[in-house]
């Protein structure tokens, strides 16, 4: 029942910003981390930003500088703000979620989005 719904992807310009927005709903009773992976074309899947419940903010060192990962605990969301976009950053992003449920009180899962397509020409 829990779902992760990804938004905010698209086709920009070299040097151009996008805002991914990822919202988890369903019978959610924490989320430990949240975080963005991205899966370019013969590439494995690469961690971009995470953010726990509380901590530090990690980066993909190619990223850092450029993007900023950021949680709406209310809400359930987070937010990768993409910013000097480079064709490099062309990849299906994931959204990503450690989450413990309504009724299972021991229990941590993963759970997915479906991703959404970035894609950055030159």
């Known amino acids: 029942q829990v779902q992760l719904v990804e938004s905010g992807g698209g086709l920009v310009q070299a040097g151009g910003s996008l805002?991914?927005?990822?919202?988890?709903?369903g019978s959610i009773a924490s989320i430990s981390r949240m975080a963005w992976y991205r899966e370019a074309p013969g590439k494995q899947r690469e961690l971009v930003a995470g953010i726990p419940s509380g901590g530090s903010t990690n980066y993909l060192d190619s990223?850092?500088?450029?993007?900023?990962?950021?949680?709406?605990?209310?809400?359930?969301?987070?937010?990768?703000?993409?910013?000097?976009?480079?064709?490099?950053?062309?990849?299906?992003?994931?959204?990503?979620a450690d989450l413990s449920l309504v009724g299972i009180p021991r229990g941590t899962f993963r759970y997915w989005g479906r991703g959404t397509q970035v894609t950055v020409s030159s």
């Open 19 to 25: 805002r991914l927005s990822c919202a988890a709903s």
């Open 63 to 96: 990223v850092k500088g450029r993007f900023t990962i950021s949680r709406d605990n209310a809400r359930n969301t987070v937010n990768l703000q993409m910013n000097s976009l480079k064709p490099e950053d062309t990849a299906v992003y994931y959204c990503n």
